[in-house]
Every structure is written in structure tokens, then in C-alpha cells.
């Protein structure tokens, strides 16, 4: 704050051994009932990518479709990872086959699972979420003897792959023999596949499998949304004026730190074109031969800069904004209209700040809180932009 003193968002962040945003992310997330999807976005969000390059032309692209969500590249993510559950629980076919088809990473979807993991864990010892909201997996004697023993193959396994032993040639014949194997527990051909079985040992598939049967509704995403843009803002990427000219691939995006920058070719917004009315808020901002931005969601732009903003200045006529010193938003409409949306945008700040605040200080605030449709809703026929 002011004084130099935590405020208790920074005493709760302070203690949560993540990243900033992640650690935001996940204490804004405990405002609602929406504990496992905004655990699972966090996950997702701290990983590399596990979609892979492929040929546009090729079959994966077509199978794997279905799972891409308009609404941002953690959420196809999320999608990813519940069907992945679906096809474990399912036993129908192999995940590692199926993960091949599709052109999917697994490891890195067994690197989520213990994410979430740690992170309720995180929430749960923090006094965020009720230890009964998130049970953790009870394991009998015998199936802690089970992943022991699992886990020791797995090291063994480890330890054999990064072996090298040069022959007359200078050739490793460790090397070539374990060349078969793509990450350090998956199984060669003939051999078990010692993380998908420890990973049956060691997670609730059947808990898991209920909850990736999930049915959001449009208020729902757009909260997950005004979640993850709290944590993340000022990462807004602002589209420029001329991309109603251009292919999605081509769009360009401006920040207040960065000018002129695109989507990431592993982005679904170098296919999906962001609109007019909407920003692009990101995690991450690439400069290599020309800036990217990665990880983004879509959102409008009114909830993203009204209810994120740090400082927003506005005028008497409430006709215009100023956002943190270099968005310019012209609100259109009446004054009444105008006053409205920024007198619900005010409601909305102060709820969500007292709610935080309880729930921080222990004192039982309200666990659901709710989202004016209003607002969240709000698009270019209501405003326009401008760089100050």
C-alpha cells in the first residue's frame, strides 16, 4: 500500500511459494465456486504447451478441433487435459496412443495433474478453501507400497536412460538403445508404462473423471476470464485499427510497454481473430525476431480495463477514460447510460474488494460472488478506444 506495508492480498501471496500472477490467479479464484477449473487454469498456464507442431494438413489438426476454445489458450488447455481424464477413465484406448494421434505432449498433461495437485494443497493449507471442498486421495498400505516400488522402477528407468557408455566409435550404445523412449517414464515397446501407472496409484481417477465433465456457462467463462485478466493485467494487448484488413495470422496488437507485436503461431488467436470491442490479455511476451505474445485469453474490453485498472480517470461528462495513463476509452450512448455502466463498474470493484478482504482476514465473506451481465458483456457499440 502506500505506507509501504503488505496489504493482506501481498501477506497471502507472499506466503504461496508461485509465481505472482499464478499465486493472484488462484486467491481471486476462491471468491467463487469455481475452485477446480481456476486450479486447473493456474496449471495450465504454468506449463509449456503440450499441443505439438504438426502439418497443417495433417489428421491431428482435424481430431483435435473440437478442443480449441475461442476463449483463450488455457482454456483449450483445460480441454485438452479433461479429455485426456475422460480417455484414462474410459480405458477404451491407450492415453499415450491417443495423445500420439491427436498430437499431444502427455508429459506435460501429467505435469498439470500434479500441479493442481500442489496447488490445492497450497489453497487448502492457507485457509483459502475448505480441506473438504478439495479431499485429498486416501491410500491404503498396500497401494503406498505400490507406488514405492513404482516410483523406484521409474528412478532405475531414469538412471539407466542417462547413461552413456562410448564404445570404440564414439558412438553412446546407452544412448541408442533408450533413443526409443520420448520422456523419461514413458514405456518402450514390450516395456510397462510406469507413469500411467503410477499416476493410476496416485490420483482419484474417479473423482477426477466427474469433474472434467464440466458445464460452464457463459457467466461462468467470463468470470474465469476476469480472473485470470486480475492476475495478469497490464498485459493487455490492444488490437490495432487495421487489422479488419488483415488475416488473423497478420493482426497486430499494442501495449503500454510494447508497440506493434502479434499472436504466438501456437496461440489460437493466429487463427481466431480478436474483435473489435475485445482485448487480448497474456501471460508472456516473446522477443525473438519480432515480438509475440503467448498465453492469451479473449475478453472484452470494458471489465478488463474497468474492473483491472489501477487508475482511471474520468471526465465530468463521464465521456471519457483514462486508463492508468495511456488508454483512452470514449464511452458513447447518453449520460444516464454512461453513468450506469461506470457506477456498476464502481459496485462491482468494491464488492469484489470487500469480499477479498474477508475472506483473507478469515472473518467468512461471501464465497460467490456474482458478475453484472452489464458489463461483462459490454462491446464496441458502447465505447471506443484510443492510445493517449
Request: net charge negative.
Amino acid at each position: 500500500n502506500g505506507g509501504g506495508q503488505l496489504t493482506p492480498l501481498g501477506t497471502v501471496l507472499s506466503q504461496l511459494p508461485v509465481d505472482v500472477n499464478i499465486g493472484k490467479i488462484l486467491t481471486m479464484g476462491c471468491l467463487f465456486n469455481l475452485v477446480d477449473e481456476v486450479v486447473t487454469l493456474a496449471a495450465a498456464l504454468s506449463i509449456q504447451s503440450p499441443i505439438l507442431r504438426v502439418d497443417e494438413g495433417s489428421s491431428s489438426v482435424q481430431l483435435r478441433r473440437e478442443l480449441v476454445s475461442d476463449d483463450g489458450d488455457c482454456f483449450t488447455v483445460m480441454n485438452i487435459f479433461d479429455e485426456w481424464i475422460k480417455i484414462k477413465s474410459g480405458r477404451t484406448e491407450s492415453s499415450k496412443r491417443w495423445c500420439s494421434r491427436l498430437g499431444f505432449e502427455e508429459q506435460r498433461l501429467y505435469e498439470m495433474t500434479k500441479l493442481k495437485r500442489q496447488f490445492s494443497e497450497l489453497l487448502q493449507d492457507a485457509g483459502l478453501i475448505d480441506r473438504d471442498s478439495m479431499p485429498r486421495p486416501r491410500f491404503t498400505a498396500r497401494e503406498k507400497e505400490q507406488r514405492r516400488v513404482v516410483r523406484s522402477l521409474m528412478k532405475d528407468r531414469e538412471r539407466r536412460k542417462r547413461r552413456r557408455v562410448l564404445n570404440t566409435e564414439g558412438i553412446s550404445a546407452a544412448a541408442s538403445m533408450d533413443d526409443n523412449d520420448n520422456d523419461g517414464a514413458s514405456a518402450s515397446v514390450g516395456e510397462v508404462d510406469l507413469q500411467s501407472l503410477d499416476f493410476a496409484l496416485s490420483n482419484d481417477l474417479m473423482a477426477m473423471s466427474k469433474k472434467s465433465r464440466r458445464d460452464l456457462s457463459r457467466v461462468d467463462l467470463d468470470t474465469l476470464k476476469l480472473i485470470i485478466a486480475s492476475g495478469f493485467y497490464p498485459n493487455v494487448a490492444i488490437p490495432d485499427e487495421g487489422n479488419d484488413r488483415r488475416n488473423a495470422q497478420e493482426a497486430v496488437f499494442h501495449s503500454q510497454a510494447v508497440r506493434c507485436f502479434q499472436p504466438h503461431a501456437s496461440s489460437v488467436f493466429s487463427s481466431a481473430a480478436i474483435m473489435g470491442g475485445e482485448v487480448a490479455v497474456f501471460s508472456t511476451l516473446l522477443d525473438t525476431d519480432a515480438p509475440y505474445f503467448t498465453n492469451a485469453i479473449r475478453m472484452p474490453l470494458l471489465p478488463c480495463s474497468l474492473l483491472c485498472g489501477r487508475r482511471i480517470d474520468i471526465d465530468q461528462e463521464c465521456r471519457f477514460a483514462l486508463v492508468d495513463g495511456w488508454l483512452k476509452i470514449e464511452f458513447l450512448g447518453d449520460l444516464e447510460a454512461r453513468s450506469s455502466l461506470l457506477y456498476i463498474a464502481v459496485e462491482l470493484r468494491c464488492l469484489l474488494n470487500t469480499s477479498l478482504q474477508h475472506r483473507l482476514s478469515a472473518s467468512g465473506g461471501s464465497n460467490a460472488c456474482t458478475s453484472n451481465s452489464n458489463l461483462l458483456h459490454a462491446n464496441e457499440q458502447q465505447c471506443k478506444v484510443g492510445d493517449e
